[in-house]
């Protein structure tokens, strides 16, 4: 494995860096945010920025619009992207929708993908994945799927509560997953500006780093014509395979660029804070919390890097991806813990970016499965290959 970069990949990670610098972080105090994420004009000035940068959808293929980067180069990109909150959103590489748009350029047909996925490529639209459900139906567990479509004439009819979906307000279109008479889960399109579908609530949460927030979403006798089936029938949880093992490794690729912003500003303040006739980082635990965060950050990008090299392979990745998911997320919730720590009472209040990251970043440790459930899916075939 040869991970040294291209002069042409150094060239666009310098150019995402300087992006994120110059037209982002700027906007990361702009009024136009809330509890459930930046409003849809912050988003609309931010793509366009990204637009202008050439830097928009970056992860899309060339065909699409965008630079069809390999899993490296979208770990070296979305690193930088991640460095500031808002990077993601700008970049349009954003969960859900960097997830969809992996999902659909590979399972959508021809006119799927020019009804939905085009739009949403050039950041005209948004997206939702609706899976998750309420206590008794699918979480950790997707075999625990309730929401049932049954097929009436030329369309299925859906019915059903999802929750925890992630850019839900606001979003032109869901991927809807069912079950059908069978049991065999099948993923839907559908507009979101349709009677069957209606946005209950917002759930208030920690993070506040996606638009549209987490919502509620009821679908009541939703028809959507058979031709609006992702993929084919019967291969949902399939096709959730396809688009979640690359969706939680870019998860990571944005998270460390946080944790690495987190880094750099405890960093700095650490260098300059004078405490006790020396600085804060020439005190031994304070210099000992950076030395684990530089640990971290290097273990954390290597493993990110690993999977994605594998991924480029054509390897599945699915148990590298576990991994990485686990270990990344609580790598880098270590890392801006230590720099909650470091920074003191600045660390709790919005003096600094790093409160804000600290409570986004909480989240990470549950989004596209719990440690606790990928460490028994490692174990499950560690014990497997075994036998």
Same mark, same amino acid.
């Given at each position: 494995?040869?991970?040294?970069?291209?002069?042409?990949?150094?060239?666009?990670?310098?150019?995402?860096?300087?992006?994120?610098?110059?037209?982002?972080?700027?906007?990361?105090?702009?009024?136009?945010?809330?509890?459930?994420?930046?409003?849809?004009?912050?988003?609309?000035?931010?793509?366009?920025?990204? +637009?202008?940068?050439? #830097?928009?959808?970056?992860?899309? !293929?060339?065909?699409? =619009? @965008?630079? %069809?980067?390999? *899993?490296? /180069?979208?770990?070296?990109?979305?690193?930088?992207?991640?460095?500031?909150?808002?990077?993601?959103?700008?970049?349009?590489?954003?969960?859900?929708?960097?997830?969809?748009?992996?999902?659909?350029?590979?399972?959508?047909?021809?006119?799927?993908?020019?009804?939905?996925?085009?739009?949403?490529?050039?950041?005209?639209?948004?997206?939702?994945?609706?899976?998750?459900?309420?206590?008794?139906?699918?979480?950790?567990?997707?075999?625990?799927?309730?929401?049932?479509?049954?097929?009436?004439?030329?369309?299925?009819?859906?019915?059903?509560?999802?929750?925890?979906?992630?850019?839900?307000?606001?979003?032109?279109?869901?991927?809807?997953?069912?079950?059908?008479?069978?049991?065999?889960?099948?993923?839907?399109?559908?507009?979101?500006?349709?009677?069957?579908? +209606?946005?209950?609530? #917002?759930?208030?949460?920690?993070? !506040?780093?996606?638009? =549209? @927030?987490? %919502?509620?979403? *009821?679908? /009541?006798?939703?028809?959507?014509?058979?031709?609006?089936?992702?993929?084919?029938?019967?291969?949902?949880?399939?096709?959730?395979?396809?688009?979640?093992?690359?969706?939680?490794?870019?998860?990571?690729?944005?998270?460390?660029?946080?944790?690495?912003?987190?880094?750099?500003?405890?960093?700095?303040?650490?260098?300059?804070?004078?405490?006790?006739?020396?600085?804060?980082?020439?005190?031994?635990?304070?210099?000992?919390?950076?030395?684990?965060?530089?640990?971290?950050?290097?273990?954390?990008?290597?493993?990110?890097?690993?999977?994605?090299?594998?991924?480029?392979?054509?390897?599945?990745?699915?148990?590298?991806?576990?991994?990485?998911?686990?270990?990344?997320?609580?790598?880098?919730?270590?890392?801006?813990?230590?720099?909650?720590?470091?920074?003191?009472?600045?660390?709790?209040?919005?003096?600094?970016?790093?409160?804000?990251?600290?409570?986004?970043?909480?989240?990470?440790?549950?989004?596209?499965?719990?440690?606790?459930?990928?460490?028994?899916?490692?174990?499950?075939?560690?014990?497997?290959?075994?036998?």
């Amino acid at each position: 494995m040869d991970f040294s970069l291209s002069p042409k990949l150094v060239e666009l990670q310098q150019r995402t860096r300087e992006f994120i610098a110059s037209d982002v972080i700027p906007l990361e105090n702009d009024a136009r945010q809330g509890a459930h994420g930046p409003s849809e004009a912050l988003r609309a000035e931010l793509i366009e920025r990204a +637009r202008r940068a050439g #830097l928009l959808t970056p992860h899309a !293929s060339v065909e699409l =619009g @965008g630079l %069809g980067l390999t *899993h490296i /180069e979208k770990a070296i990109v979305f690193e930088e992207a991640g460095y500031s909150p808002l990077g993601p959103v700008a970049l349009n590489v954003h969960a859900p929708d960097e997830g969809n748009i992996h999902l659909m350029d590979v399972v959508g047909s021809d006119a799927q993908k020019q009804r939905w996925l085009k739009p949403l490529v050039e950041g005209h639209s948004r997206s939702c994945f609706a899976m998750t459900e309420p206590d008794p139906g699918a979480g950790a567990d997707p075999g625990m799927l309730r929401t049932t479509a049954v097929r009436d004439g030329d369309d299925y009819v859906i019915n059903g509560t999802k929750w925890f979906i992630t850019g839900a307000e606001g979003a032109a279109f869901a991927i809807i997953m069912a079950k059908l008479d069978d049991g065999a889960a099948t993923m839907f399109l559908a507009d979101m500006n349709q009677p069957g579908i +209606r946005l209950e609530r #917002l759930m208030d949460s920690l993070d !506040s780093c996606f638009t =549209g @927030g987490h %919502g509620v979403l *009821h679908f /009541e006798n939703l028809r959507v014509p058979a031709t609006d089936v992702l993929g084919e029938v019967g291969k949902g949880f399939r096709y959730a395979q396809v688009r979640l093992a690359p969706a939680r490794l870019t998860h990571c690729m944005r998270w460390l660029g946080q944790a690495r912003r987190a880094h750099d500003v405890a960093l700095a303040y650490a260098r300059r804070r004078q405490a006790f006739g020396k600085t804060l980082g020439e005190h031994e635990g304070v210099g000992f919390m950076l030395a684990d965060n530089e640990l971290d950050l290097q273990t954390a990008r290597l493993s990110i890097w690993h999977t994605a090299w594998l991924l480029d392979q054509g390897h599945k990745g699915n148990l590298e991806s576990s991994m990485s998911k686990v270990f990344v997320s609580e790598a880098a919730w270590r890392i801006v813990d230590r720099c909650v720590q470091v920074l003191g009472g600045q660390g709790v209040t919005a003096e600094t970016i790093v409160m804000r990251i600290f409570r986004d970043l909480r989240a990470f440790r549950i989004y596209d499965g719990p440690s606790e459930v990928h460490r028994w899916s490692i174990a499950r075939k560690l014990l497997s290959n075994a036998s």
